[in-house]
Protein backbone atom coordinates (compact mmCIF):
# COMPACT_ATOMS: atom_id res chain seq x y z
CA UNK A 1 0.00 0.00 0.00
CA UNK A 2 2.68 1.98 0.95
CA UNK A 3 4.16 1.69 -2.60
CA UNK A 4 1.09 2.31 -4.36
CA UNK A 5 0.82 6.05 -2.42
CA UNK A 6 4.52 6.55 -3.34
CA UNK A 7 4.13 6.04 -6.92
CA UNK A 8 0.74 7.56 -7.47
CA UNK A 9 2.60 11.34 -8.04
CA UNK A 10 4.10 9.68 -10.81
CA UNK A 11 1.31 7.51 -12.09
CA UNK A 12 -0.67 11.24 -11.85
CA UNK A 13 1.77 13.45 -13.95
CA UNK A 14 2.29 10.51 -16.80
CA UNK A 15 -1.34 10.01 -17.09
CA UNK A 16 -1.52 13.93 -17.45
CA UNK A 17 1.16 14.36 -20.03
CA UNK A 18 -0.53 12.27 -22.45
CA UNK A 19 -4.32 14.02 -21.91
CA UNK A 20 -2.29 17.55 -22.72
CA UNK A 21 -3.35 19.17 -26.03
CA UNK A 22 -0.59 18.56 -28.69
CA UNK A 23 1.81 21.83 -29.14
CA UNK A 24 0.29 24.29 -31.54
CA UNK A 25 2.75 24.54 -34.23
CA UNK A 26 4.71 28.02 -34.94
CA UNK A 27 5.22 27.35 -38.57
CA UNK A 28 4.14 24.35 -41.39
CA UNK A 29 6.50 23.53 -44.30
CA UNK A 30 5.33 21.57 -46.65
CA UNK A 31 4.23 20.38 -49.99
CA UNK A 32 0.42 20.59 -52.30
CA UNK A 33 0.09 17.93 -54.95
CA UNK A 34 -2.75 18.41 -57.31
CA UNK A 35 -3.64 15.85 -60.46
CA UNK A 36 -3.69 17.55 -63.91
CA UNK A 37 -6.22 16.44 -66.99
CA UNK A 38 -3.50 14.93 -68.04
CA UNK A 39 -3.04 12.40 -64.84
CA UNK A 40 0.08 13.95 -63.78
CA UNK A 41 0.93 15.40 -60.03
CA UNK A 42 2.52 18.73 -60.02
CA UNK A 43 3.75 19.11 -56.55
CA UNK A 44 4.39 22.82 -55.09
CA UNK A 45 5.40 24.03 -51.75
CA UNK A 46 3.83 25.93 -49.07
CA UNK A 47 4.44 27.51 -45.99
CA UNK A 48 2.13 28.97 -43.06
CA UNK A 49 4.74 31.02 -41.00
CA UNK A 50 4.89 32.70 -37.37
CA UNK A 51 1.47 30.62 -36.43
CA UNK A 52 -0.62 32.22 -33.13
CA UNK A 53 -3.20 30.50 -31.61
CA UNK A 54 -5.88 33.08 -30.20
CA UNK A 55 -8.17 32.57 -26.57
CA UNK A 56 -11.09 32.85 -29.56
CA UNK A 57 -10.03 29.47 -31.47
CA UNK A 58 -8.85 31.41 -34.63
CA UNK A 59 -5.00 31.34 -35.69
CA UNK A 60 -2.98 33.57 -37.48
CA UNK A 61 -0.49 33.43 -39.60
CA UNK A 62 1.59 34.34 -42.88
CA UNK A 63 0.41 32.13 -45.73
CA UNK A 64 3.08 31.22 -48.83
CA UNK A 65 1.64 29.03 -51.39
CA UNK A 66 3.49 28.48 -54.87
CA UNK A 67 1.63 27.93 -57.82
CA UNK A 68 2.60 26.80 -61.63
CA UNK A 69 1.57 30.23 -62.45
CA UNK A 70 4.62 32.99 -60.79
CA UNK A 71 2.10 35.97 -61.48
CA UNK A 72 -0.33 33.77 -59.21
CA UNK A 73 2.31 32.84 -56.26
CA UNK A 74 1.22 33.67 -52.97
CA UNK A 75 3.85 35.49 -50.87
CA UNK A 76 3.58 36.30 -46.38
CA UNK A 77 0.11 36.90 -46.64
CA UNK A 78 -1.64 37.51 -43.56
CA UNK A 79 -4.07 35.57 -42.98
CA UNK A 80 -6.63 34.61 -39.95
CA UNK A 81 -8.07 31.03 -39.54
CA UNK A 82 -9.86 28.74 -37.31
CA UNK A 83 -8.69 26.01 -35.10
CA UNK A 84 -11.18 22.56 -35.36
CA UNK A 85 -12.44 21.22 -32.49
CA UNK A 86 -10.06 18.40 -33.07
CA UNK A 87 -6.73 20.63 -33.28
CA UNK A 88 -6.94 21.10 -36.90
CA UNK A 89 -6.28 24.25 -38.97
CA UNK A 90 -8.62 25.77 -41.25
CA UNK A 91 -8.05 28.83 -43.31
CA UNK A 92 -9.02 30.81 -46.50
CA UNK A 93 -7.24 32.96 -48.97
CA UNK A 94 -6.63 33.95 -52.29
CA UNK A 95 -3.71 34.40 -54.75
CA UNK A 96 -2.87 37.81 -56.46
CA UNK A 97 -4.79 35.97 -59.80
CA UNK A 98 -8.23 36.18 -57.51
CA UNK A 99 -7.77 32.46 -57.06
CA UNK A 100 -9.97 31.41 -54.31
CA UNK A 101 -8.12 28.99 -51.74
CA UNK A 102 -9.80 26.88 -48.41
CA UNK A 103 -7.87 24.47 -46.74
CA UNK A 104 -7.88 22.41 -43.81
CA UNK A 105 -5.00 20.59 -42.34
CA UNK A 106 -5.11 18.03 -39.58
CA UNK A 107 -2.14 16.47 -37.43
CA UNK A 108 -1.44 13.00 -38.38
CA UNK A 109 0.95 10.41 -37.31
CA UNK A 110 3.78 11.82 -39.31
CA UNK A 111 2.91 15.56 -39.27
CA UNK A 112 0.52 17.24 -41.03
CA UNK A 113 -2.26 16.60 -43.88
CA UNK A 114 -5.56 17.62 -45.04
CA UNK A 115 -6.80 18.87 -48.50
CA UNK A 116 -7.47 21.89 -50.15
CA UNK A 117 -10.17 23.13 -53.01
CA UNK A 118 -10.19 26.26 -55.01
CA UNK A 119 -13.25 27.92 -57.11
CA UNK A 120 -12.25 27.30 -60.55
CA UNK A 121 -14.17 25.54 -62.66
CA UNK A 122 -13.81 22.54 -62.45
CA UNK A 123 -13.04 22.74 -59.32
CA UNK A 124 -9.33 21.35 -58.12
CA UNK A 125 -9.01 19.23 -55.23
CA UNK A 126 -4.92 19.33 -53.75
CA UNK A 127 -3.24 16.66 -51.09
CA UNK A 128 -1.64 18.80 -48.51
CA UNK A 129 1.20 17.47 -46.48
CA UNK A 130 3.49 19.25 -43.83
CA UNK A 131 5.80 19.49 -41.02
Do not use: Y
Request: aromatic residues 6%.
Amino acid sequence: MHKLVRLAPILLAVTGAFAQEPEFPKDLHGRWTAATQAGRTTPQPFDLEGLQRKDDGTFSGRLSWTTPDPRCIVRFKPITGRVTAKGGLQFESATPCGEAITAELMRGPGGWVGQATNKATPQAVMDLTAK
